[in-house]
């Protein structure tokens, strides 16, 4: 079961509708009609819906204690959330719901790679309504340089509802990998660079078994239902670190070089701003916003000076 009801919401909502109906039973006299065991069925009820309110606080407050102490232990960094990774990732679980936010992060280095492990909340509701809480635990390994979405995934109802959402199911030459692993990405080309044999080879141990797995942006991600805590994190982030080692060099050469085109399509753009999206407090905190975003080309003027030109933005890389 994928989604679970706020404590808060279950709490009020049986509070408030049990102490409605005892007080009007107690004005009505039910007691005498019907005796004492309908306010005892409420009383339980509004002990029941305390109860899970203080499990749930009680098992959010102990895994944030876990991470927190792993990160001491370990000499990681904890922070009670971050805003680091929302705004970078746009597949799935990051493109659900409202309010996200992602909580109880450690951050630190394994097997020489930049790693964090993290809890993404979202809430979904119609409109202001929030009708309930989604939890993910999401670790995650940085790569070097952005690159294309590859989804693999477990061959299970999780694999189908990803290919439902977009993106082509792609099979390879191993019939024992495409036996295990679904993989999906909108570029097959790119799936193919980056799943090759040795890459099959080490998502077929056993440690791989039941990951979700994603190629995204600047990072390989895991993904799963619900927080977890620190207890499995070296297998998973085991798992991350090779996949990501064994990303071809020649895959990374060719996302570097379009990260260093952007980056300089970028330094560009902003040296030919207008002075008025340089200066502090003049609508802007002083940085470039990105405003009338065009790439600039160079081409001389009249006079012999270079003047920057718009011309059409190039698809993007990611």
Known sequence: MHYRYPPSRIFAG??????????????????YIVGWWPFAIIGGLLLLAGGY???????????????????????????????????VFRSYPFDRGMNQRDVACISGTYNGRRCSSFTHEYEIGAGDEKKRTDRWQITLVELDYPLKT??????????KLVKSIGGQDIDFESSDFNKKWRVVARDPKFAHDIVHPRMMERLLRSDAEGMAIRVEGPAVISWRWQRRGPADLARRLGVLTSIAKLIPEFVLREFEYEHRKLEEAARKREENAPDWANTPYAL??????????EDYAEEPANDGEAKPVPRDNEDRAW
């Open 150 to 159: 590859v989804d693999i995934l477990p061959d299970d109802t999780l694999a």
């Open 14 to 31: 049986v509070a408030g509708t049990g102490g409605a109906i005892g007080w009007f039973g107690l004005q009505m006299d039910w007691m």
């Open 53 to 87: 309110w203080m499990w749930d606080a009680f098992a959010q407050e102990r895994h944030h204690n876990a991470m927190a102490k792993f990160a001491r232990v370990n000499k990681w960094e904890f922070s009670f959330e971050t805003p680091q990774y929302r705004r």
């Open 284 to 293: 802007t905190s002083g940085k470039y916003t990105g405003i009338g975003a």
